[in-house]
């Protein structure tokens, strides 16, 4: 089942924020991330807030159905222009996520879009991305989303093996995704993502190869690559708990991250964070670059997190309660937190550093420049940038990321 919300402090019923979270506003860049939370069938590895029919029927009624779900969402939007005020940002990116965000029809989608642009503005430039399952769309829905605005595109791709898929309890056929590359870009999408998952339970070092090769083979300028983390509750852990498929150890997720990075970086992708490689500077992913470097995001759908200027919220999970708060003219938002300057400090740093270009020196206490002096030592950061004040990871490092920064931000 999808995970528990965090514990905080109660979100006022109108949204309003404290009217600290806007000082300083026009510096920061405004993303809006939109969660459809509907996917057609649960994935044995998924604790994302997402709901099948099945899961829904009974539990929520017409409010929690797909059918208005774009009126629902474009509530909260008209909400979040009321809780910003005179904020004149544009927005400089959108970021459709879920679930499947393709199982509802393009024009819904490009409904939502359409309603941040007559709310806010989009800035020329704006970054406009929709993830999609290969088996969801083809060319006249690709097509439609492109005349409609979207400029970028994300395909579930996770393996190019089928006993890898059937694993995982993905239902699109090998290949697939390598023709929704071809037709995204025959719709005009100026950028095109692949996510593939390495360390499936009983995917070998050579299936992961043969992904690899399929993913850049297709031409996308973006591939993310995820270590699969089995989460507690999901249909996946359990077959490993009751011995059904082996458990995959941390040495072959290594050895697999170092066989993504020697692929991608022949192939010309260059890293950028610690699971994300793209061709050029254009065709990183800047919405999930502002979740990375603490800037302003509004988060709307069932369960979606939020982030204005040290303000961070989340809504209430379910569809039907969702759509209920917003019918009543009430926020959807089911709790908050206030950050501090040293929550702060602490996420800049363990987010900063998983980018290439690391995280000021100057951030760290006594005790983590201590720690990052040794992680220099032992090759886990490098020289030249450590030398001109940042901490950046080496392939070394970006393996044992999580352990570094652990020790940096002491």
């Not at 939370?37 to 159905?65: H, M």
């Not at 970086?265 to 919405?287: D, I, K, M, Q």
């Not at 938002?333 to 040293?342: H, I, P, S």
Request: proline fraction near 5%.
């Amino acid at each position: 089942m999808p995970s528990a919300l965090p514990d905080g402090e109660p979100m006022p019923e109108s949204g309003a924020l404290p009217a600290y979270a806007l000082q300083g506003a026009a510096d920061r860049p405004l993303g809006f991330y939109l969660h459809v939370p509907y996917c057609a069938t649960r994935c044995g590895y998924c604790d994302f807030n997402t709901y099948t029919a099945t899961e829904l029927r009974g539990s929520g009624g017409v409010l929690a159905s797909r059918d208005n779900y774009a009126d629902t969402l474009t509530d909260e939007i008209r909400l979040a222009r009321k809780v910003l005020g005179d904020d004149t940002r544009p927005v400089r990116t959108v970021f459709v996520g879920g679930g499947t965000p393709t199982l509802l029809a393009a024009a819904d989608l490009v409904r939502m879009l359409d309603a941040v642009r007559e709310e806010f503005g989009l800035a020329d430039d704006a970054e406009i991305t929709t993830e999609a399952n290969p088996e969801s769309v083809d060319p006249a829905y690709l097509a439609e989303l492109r005349a409609g605005g979207f400029n970028r595109i994300s395909f579930g791709m996770q393996s190019a093996k089928q006993h890898v898929l059937q694993v995982l309890d993905r239902t699109h056929t090998p290949g697939r995704p390598e023709e929704c590359v071809a037709e995204a870009r025959a719709a005009g999408f100026d950028h095109v993502n692949l996510d593939l998952i390495y360390g499936t339970p009983g995917e070998s070092d050579d299936d992961w190869r043969a992904t690899l090769a399929a993913a850049v083979g297709a031409g996308p300028d973006h591939v993310s690559a995820y270590a699969l983390i089995v989460e507690e509750g999901t249909g996946l852990a359990r077959r490993i708990r009751r011995g059904e498929v082996p458990m995959t150890d941390d040495d072959e997720h290594a050895d697999r991250y170092l066989i993504a990075d020697e692929t991608l970086g022949a192939a010309g992708f260059s890293w950028y964070e610690v699971s994300n490689w793209s061709t050029t500077p254009a065709g990183r992913c800047l919405h999930n670059e502002l979740y990375w470097r603490g800037a302003d995001w509004w988060g709307a759908g069932p369960g979606a997190h939020s982030h204005v200027g040290g303000v961070r919220w989340w809504n209430v999970k379910h569809p039907g309660a969702y759509a209920a708060a917003l019918a009543e003219g009430r926020s959807p938002g089911a709790g908050r937190e206030l950050l501090t300057a040293e929550d702060r400090r602490v996420e800049r740093i363990l987010l900063e550093l998983r980018l290439s270009e690391g995280v000021e020196l100057s951030l760290l206490r006594p005790a983590g420049l201590a720690a990052a002096g040794r992680a220099l030592g032992e090759g886990l950061l490098s020289a030249g940038p450590y030398e001109s004040g940042r901490a950046v990871l080496t392939l070394r490092g970006r393996l044992l990321a999580d352990a570094v920064v652990r020790d940096l931000v002491d």
